[in-house]
């Protein structure tokens, strides 16, 4: 595999509306990005995506734009971005921002010439289609609920939106609008930024002309999904993208695909894929349910072990994953993959070493480092995401009582990851003196920054060991390049692989369960890399493990 700058390297997710607040509007904002950089960097970390910071209305929190070439004001101003990118250079340190092209905001002036003069050139920059009968042109259901068709005015006619009807989607048919997109992401490129998480990337490809599917709930919509199983050709729009942008700057670039088709994976990641690489969502989407949340199952920890193993031999031989736990998009994953009642500070330090080992770029996101936990919401007054009362509502037109459907919108929404970050026990946590536009999580006052850094056995303290470790001068060519093997397989509860490298051997164990359990080791240990617990014992030839014990082991070679 030819070795990129970006192999080696730790990233970090920022949702800069809930990292930190520096004039106290209740905002998260770009001088708070600022003032963290070293904290970042002391503990590890190289790459650092920011989730939209473009002017928005933020009707998805800015995944809604409605100027690609300005910053919100409730971000900061574009001299502040130029400071954070000059500044995390000076650090070493990458920026990568999200590029968010399958739509726009409502409030973006091409959508607003469009509304104007839909037969004129902006028109063509969206999909604006006649509706069939009074009816909308075709019965896909959003992602984030209803028609994906919004009726303009009083007319007979429609565009597309697959997201919120406040996202209306790009026409990537259409030559100009691509021209429009690549020379924006030249703009910023020519900044200094690093490159780019591409966001809902597979959707910009279409199935045309538009048409009806076979409903898949009783308000006779199908799901986008199926529109993108049958659309041809998304890798052509890909290819150019990359050629007219990222690759003349050896841009990282990392995709949100889902649901890619396995014959595509080289096309994608690649050697000469579209992208440097894409984040792996099999464990993010075990258990889901095209009905809804409610009908989702919850993911054990076998389950867990086998998503992530299926997906490092998917891409065995072609290209590299970016791994996670969570994202501003799902649940926090120390209480989705940690079976309920078992989440610790043990269980989340194994749940960390299990998959930041795996091969491929790890990800953090912000709060992951000090475990942050899923919030005890009160009712469903607390939420603000789109998506989760949407899901909500769904719950409820399926009969399921109040108390239920708020537990599951609790279980799952997305507002979980999207709180103020912890960083101490002052005042909301110490994200904000004013008040926080999201709630902040109450269990601060016991899991915060401030207490962790003085705690040698905290999570927080974990990660940098474990950021060190792998990015250790001895040990990264191993963690980076070396094979991935899965072994002890036959075991439940029990997740182990080899990374076997041209100088070591590495056998990161971890029991994932409450129990303490004993493994025979045919190989010896010559050294403890990393141990959640105190200890780490073998009797005749068997590790013993504690429950919620994790380790990570150089083994002996014999030549
Ligand atoms: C991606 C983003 C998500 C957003 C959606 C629409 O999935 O991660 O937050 O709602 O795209 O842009
Ligand atoms: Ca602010």
Same mark, same amino acid.
């Given at each position: 595999?030819?070795?990129?700058?970006?192999?080696?390297?730790?990233?970090?997710?920022?949702?800069?509306?809930?990292?930190?607040?520096?004039?106290?509007?209740?905002?998260?904002?770009?001088?708070?990005?600022?003032?963290?950089?070293?904290?970042?960097?002391?503990?590890?970390?190289?790459?650092?995506?920011?989730?939209?910071?473009?002017?928005?209305?933020?009707?998805?929190?800015?995944?809604?734009?409605?100027?690609?070439?300005?910053?919100?004001?409730?971000?900061?101003?574009?001299?502040?971005?130029?400071?954070?990118?000059?500044?995390?250079?000076?650090?070493?340190?990458?920026?990568?921002?999200?590029?968010?092209?399958?739509?726009?905001?409502?409030?973006?002036?091409?959508?607003?010439?469009?509304?104007?003069?839909?037969?004129?050139?902006?028109?063509?920059?969206?999909?604006?289609?006649?509706?069939?009968?009074?009816?909308?042109?075709?019965?896909?259901?959003?992602?984030?609920?209803?028609?994906?068709?919004?009726?303009?005015?009083?007319?007979?006619?429609?565009?597309?939106?697959?997201?919120?009807?406040?996202?209306?989607?790009?026409?990537?048919?259409?030559?100009?609008?691509?021209?429009?997109?690549?020379?924006?992401?030249?703009?910023?490129?020519?900044?200094?930024?690093? *490159? @780019?998480?591409?966001?809902? &990337?597979? #959707?910009?490809?279409?199935?045309?002309?538009?048409?009806? $599917?076979? /409903?898949?709930? +009783?308000?006779?919509?199908?799901?986008?999904?199926?529109?993108?199983?049958?659309?041809?050709?998304?890798?052509?729009?890909?290819?150019?993208?990359?050629?007219?942008?990222?690759?003349?700057?050896?841009?990282?670039?990392?995709?949100?695909?889902?649901?890619?088709?396995?014959?595509?994976?080289?096309?994608?990641?690649?050697?000469?894929?579209?992208?440097?690489?894409?984040?792996?969502?099999?464990?993010?989407?075990?258990?889901?349910?095209?009905?809804?949340?409610?009908?989702?199952?919850?993911?054990?920890?076998?389950?867990?072990?086998?998503?992530?193993?299926?997906?490092?031999?998917?891409?065995?031989?072609? *290209? @590299?994953?970016?791994?996670? &736990?969570? #994202?501003?998009?799902?649940?926090?994953?120390?209480?989705? $993959?940690? /079976?309920?009642? +078992?989440?610790?500070?043990?269980?989340?330090?194994?749940?960390?070493?299990?998959?930041?080992?795996?091969?491929?770029?790890?990800?953090?996101?912000?709060?992951?480092?000090?475990?942050?936990?899923?919030?005890?919401?009160?009712?469903?007054?607390?939420?603000?995401?789109?998506?989760?009362?949407?899901?909500?509502?769904?719950?409820?037109?399926?009969?399921?009582?109040?108390?239920?459907?708020?537990?599951?919108?609790?279980?799952?929404?997305?507002?979980?990851?999207?709180?103020?970050?912890?960083?101490?026990?002052?005042?909301?946590?110490?994200?904000?003196?004013?008040?926080?536009?999201?709630?902040?999580?109450?269990?601060?006052?016991?899991?915060?920054?401030?207490?962790?850094?003085?705690?040698?056995?905290?999570?927080?303290?974990?990660?940098?060991?474990?950021?060190?470790?792998?990015?250790?001068?001895?040990?990264?060519?191993?963690?980076?390049?070396?094979?991935?093997?899965?072994?002890?397989?036959?075991?439940?509860?029990?997740?182990?692989?080899?990374?076997?490298?041209?100088?070591?051997?590495?056998?990161?164990?971890?029991?994932?369960?409450?129990?303490?359990?004993?493994?025979?080791?045919?190989?010896?240990?010559?050294?403890?890399?990393?141990?959640?617990?105190?200890?780490?014992?073998?009797?005749?030839?068997?590790?013993?493990?504690?429950?919620?014990?994790?380790?990570?082991?150089?083994?002996?070679?014999?030549?």
């Amino acid at each position: 595999m030819k070795k990129q700058w970006w192999h080696g390297k730790v990233a970090y997710q920022i949702y800069p509306k809930s990292f930190k607040d520096t004039n106290q509007d209740g905002v998260g904002d770009l001088r708070g990005v600022i003032e963290k950089l070293d904290y970042l960097k002391n503990l590890g970390v190289d790459i650092l995506w920011l989730s939209p910071i473009y002017c928005s209305p933020l009707a998805d929190q800015g995944y809604d734009i409605s100027d690609y070439y300005n910053i919100d004001p409730r971000f900061g101003t574009m001299e502040d971005m130029d400071e954070l990118i000059a500044e995390a250079k000076k650090r070493d340190m990458y920026i990568l921002m999200d590029l968010v092209v399958n739509h726009c905001s409502d409030e973006h002036q091409w959508f607003q010439k469009a509304m104007e003069d839909p037969e004129g050139e902006f028109g063509k920059y969206f999909y604006i289609e006649k509706g069939r009968n009074g009816k909308p042109p075709s019965n896909l259901r959003s992602y984030f609920g209803g028609s994906v068709w919004e009726r303009i005015g009083e007319t007979d006619q429609y565009y597309l939106h697959l997201f919120h009807k406040k996202q209306p989607d790009l026409n990537w048919e259409n030559p100009v609008v691509r021209k429009e997109i690549y020379s924006m992401i030249n703009w910023w490129l020519e900044k200094g930024i690093a *490159g @780019f998480r591409i966001d809902a &990337i597979i #959707n910009i490809k279409k199935a045309l002309p538009f048409h009806d $599917y076979e /409903p898949d709930r +009783e308000d006779g919509l199908a799901s986008c999904g199926k529109m993108l199983e049958e659309a041809k050709g998304v890798i052509d729009f890909l290819k150019e993208m990359k050629e007219e942008t990222f690759q003349k700057y050896n841009a990282f670039t990392v995709g949100e695909v889902f649901n890619e088709k396995p014959e595509e994976l080289p096309d994608f990641i690649g050697e000469d894929g579209c992208f440097s690489s894409m984040f792996d969502f099999r464990e993010t989407i075990f258990g889901s349910s095209e009905k809804g949340w409610y009908d989702s199952q919850p993911i054990m920890p076998d389950d867990y072990r086998n998503c992530c193993f299926e997906s490092q031999k998917r891409v065995e031989g072609i *290209g @590299f994953l970016c791994n996670i &736990i969570e #994202n501003h998009d799902e649940p926090r994953g120390v209480s989705r $993959y940690i /079976p309920k009642g +078992e989440c610790s500070d043990a269980s989340k330090k194994l749940l960390a070493t299990l998959y930041f080992m795996l091969k491929g770029l790890p990800f953090i996101y912000q709060g992951q480092e000090i475990g942050m936990e899923n919030v005890p919401f009160r009712s469903i007054a607390d939420i603000d995401d789109i998506s989760t009362l949407d899901e909500y509502k769904v719950a409820l037109e399926q009969g399921i009582s109040e108390k239920e459907a708020f537990e599951i919108a609790c279980r799952y929404s997305r507002d979980n990851a999207r709180v103020p970050f912890q960083w101490s026990s002052d005042k909301n946590a110490g994200f904000t003196q004013g008040s926080p536009w999201l709630m902040v999580n109450p269990e601060y006052e016991k899991l915060n920054l401030e207490l962790q850094k003085e705690d040698p056995d905290s999570v927080f303290q974990y990660y940098k060991k474990l950021i060190a470790l792998r990015k250790s001068e001895v040990y990264k060519d191993t963690f980076v390049y070396g094979a991935l093997e899965p072994v002890y397989t036959e075991f439940e509860r029990v997740m182990a692989y080899y990374r076997k490298g041209k100088d070591q051997d590495i056998l990161v164990i971890g029991n994932f369960q409450t129990e303490s359990r004993r493994i025979e080791l045919p190989e010896k240990a010559a050294k403890v890399l990393l141990n959640n617990d105190d200890t780490v014992s073998w009797e005749d030839g068997y590790l013993c493990l504690n429950g919620y014990q994790a380790v990570v082991l150089e083994l002996e070679r014999s030549r």
